[in-house]
T-cell receptor, first 113, second 111 residues
Framework: EPEVTQTPSHQVTQMGQEVILRCVPI?????FYWYRQILGQKVEFLVS????????KSEIFDDQFSVERPDGSNFTLKIRSTKLEDSAMYFC???????????FGNGTRLTVT | QKEVEQDPGPLSVPEGAIVSLNCTYS??????FMWYRQYSRKGPELLMY????GNKEDGRFTAQVDKSSKYISLFIRDSQPSDSATYLC???????????FGTGTRLQVTL
């Protein structure tokens, strides 16, 4: 069964550094998402992306965050200057349509020290 | 009022028991309802996806939606130790792209 893959599985970075989290969505999907889950808390929406542009973003997704689909297969989340509070699991998801369920990857655990 | 409310548990049941997991939501604009299973340090895995009120069955799992009460349930029959995980309900309007999750219910199935 096709799946969403994310790399790396764990990223440790120092405060103020830039990180790029990578995702390969399911190949025929058109909608792409990033969610995050701080340890012990609920899964929170960050951003959705369709037709090479952001379609919706949450208040968490401030100017420090950006997303890109640099080629036909990858979808990336960049955090420009990481803060301690950015430490979380970051999940990529994709779906085939607005009325289709989201399929999630296994996440990247980001630790900011 | 939170958009989606879910009892965080933990819920502990013996193997073979029937498990009932529940969520309530506040916004009638939500039209699509999902249940995800999440093992520790893994991504949410889609279990059930429903649109209309009523029941949907898949193996040992039954999802139930009551739109009039804004209440969704997941039933697990003949629960197994491998069902031990956190179960997340999620709701979706179908027009906006944001999926809203409940806090998750942690389930432990004991031998």
């Amino acid at each position: 069964e096709p799946e969403v893959t994310q790399t790396p599985s764990h990223q440790v970075t120092q405060m103020g550094q830039e990180v790029i989290l990578r995702c390969v969505p399911i190949s025929n999907h058109l909608y792409f998402y990033w969610y995050r889950q701080i340890l012990g808390q609920k899964v929170e929406f960050l951003v959705s992306f369709y037709n090479n542009e952001i379609s919706e973003k949450s208040e968490i997704f401030d100017d420090q965050f950006s997303v890109e689909r640099p080629d036909g297969s990858n979808f990336t989340l960049k955090i420009r200057s990481t803060k301690l509070e950015d430490s979380a699991m970051y999940f990529c998801a994709s779906s085939g349509g607005l009325d289709s369920p989201l399929h999630f990857g296994n996440g990247t655990r980001l630790t900011v020290t | 009022q939170k958009e989606v409310e879910q009892d965080p548990g933990p819920l502990s049941v013996p193997e073979g028991a029937i498990v009932s997991l529940n969520c309530t939501y506040s916004n009638s604009a939500f039209q699509y309802f999902m249940w995800y299973r999440q093992y520790s340090r893994k991504g949410p895995e889609l279990l059930m996806y429903t649109y209309s009120s009523g029941n949907k069955e898949d193996g040992r799992f039954t999802a139930q939606v009551d739109k009039s009460s804004k209440y969704i349930s997941l039933f697990i029959r003949d629960s197994q130790p491998s069902d031990s995980a956190t179960y997340l309900c999620a709701v979706y309007t179908g027009t906006a792209s944001k999926l809203t999750f409940g806090t998750g219910t942690r389930l432990q199935v004991t031998l």
